[in-house]
């Protein structure tokens, strides 16, 4: 049974940081990509980062409003992904989750920015 476990969320003020952790289990971790998701209130889900498996090379991407502040990142020995948030905008604001293979979801994190 694969399940992915969101924590490191919270509250901060603007211009503060978080670190995201997802830790999976029940599942091959290393030779997956991860997705992190978030979703704001009133607002669909969006794709925040991937980062492909090593043997992909494990190449990064992120969406535009996040890059250059965001930071995705794999530990494949604790089956566990990372987004390190810096630079926090009110508009992160958002419930943050992990994804694996398009079916697995984690439960979410909160993520408020606000002074």
């Known amino acids: 049974q694969v399940q992915l476990v969101e924590s490191g969320g919270g509250s901060v003020q603007p211009g503060g940081s978080l670190r995201l952790s997802c830790a999976a289990s029940g599942i091959t971790f290393s030779i997956y990509a991860v997705r992190w998701y978030r979703q704001a209130p009133g607002k669909e889900r969006e794709l925040v980062a991937r980062?492909?498996?090593?043997?992909?090379?494990?190449?990064?991407y992120y969406a535009g409003s996040v890059k250059g502040r965001f930071t995705i990142s794999r530990d494949n020995a604790k089956n566990t992904v990372y987004l390190q948030m810096n630079s926090l905008k009110p508009e992160d604001t958002a419930v943050y989750y992990c994804n694996m293979l398009d079916n697995y979801w984690g439960q979410g994190t909160q993520v408020t920015v606000s002074s």
């Open positions: 980062i492909s498996s090593i043997s992909s090379g494990g190449t990064t």
